[in-house]
């Protein structure tokens, strides 16, 4: 009898500790690799594919699961870029309408990151371009950001983004799909390529008509002096002296399905 019970207690002290163990062993899921489901988004978005599953994560997650995951500027440039470039995709082809007013389209909080209702715009300006006014021609911060914007933006801008955001607009670049290993490569490429495609220059005069990012946005360039010099870099100019700068007009025409390997 004796021997039963001591039997009997050694059974239930070991399925006591048995119960205790899955909360540690649970533990251990692995994070979401947020950079590889940022291009997960854009490529179903590419192809057609329903998007809804990768939505509702992005949603569902916490800003401290997203900024423990996004912890270097590439990145957080490579998930932002592919975020807003595949938002557009999905939201424009669901209903092209919504670029008739185009202000309102981009301001509008209309994308679910992280439990926040974001706009294209925070997501440019406050995130991609660290802050930066909406119209403050790239010379001016925005004021008491938000934690959301403090926890997620990029630590230095990099005036390439303009070159790799696509607004859905004709004379926007096309879209690449971007990763941290070959962000910084990636943007150099597409700069090149869209700066040689939209910029023409008149040897006669001295003249190179540009797209009109340059002027939207000149202090991210570093003013007139800083866009020639990027013309210079990227052969489109072969000498900064006396050239002058015209801002071609933009071509906001709808054109979705503009995509680019880099």
């Known amino acids: 009898m ?102 309102d389209f981009f301001s509008k909080k209309q994308i679910t990151i992280a439990g926040e209702n974001v706009a294209f715009a925070k997501i440019e300006h406050g995130i991609i371009r660290k802050s930066q006014w909406d119209i403050g021609l790239g010379y001016f911060r925005t004021w008491f950001p938000d934690k959301f914007e403090r926890k997620l933006r990029v630590k230095e801008r990099d005036f390439r983004i303009h070159f790799a955001l696509n607004c859905g607009a004709k004379d926007c670049p096309p879209v690449a799909i971007y990763t941290p290993k070959r962000i910084k490569e990636q943007l150099e490429k597409g700069t090149e390529a869209y700066l040689k495609r939209t910029s023409d220059y008149d040897i006669t005069k001295n003249e190179v008509a540009v797209t009109s990012l340059f002027s939207w946005f000149r202090g991210d360039f570093g003013g007139k002096s800083g866009v020639k010099k990027i013309l210079k870099r990227q052969g489109v100019i072969k000498d900064t002296k006396g050239v002058n700068l015209v801002y071609k007009n933009y071509d906001w025409t709808l054109d979705l399905d503009n995509f680019i390997d880099l």
Do not use: M
Request: charged content about 25%.
């Open 2 to 103: 004796k021997h039963n019970v001591i039997t009997l207690l050694f059974l239930v002290f070991l399925s006591c500790c048995k119960v205790q163990e899955a909360p540690f062993k649970s533990s251990g899921i692995a994070s979401t690799d947020f950079n590889r489901l940022s291009e997960q988004f854009l490529e179903f978005a590419r192809d057609g594919k329903d998007t809804k599953a990768i939505q509702e994560q992005l949603a569902n997650t916490t800003i401290k699961k997203l900024s423990n995951a996004l912890k270097t500027d590439e990145q957080k440039f490579a998930f932002w870029i592919n975020i807003y470039n595949a938002y557009i995709q999905v939201i424009l082809k669901e209903d092209p309408e919504y670029y008739d007013d185009r202000r």
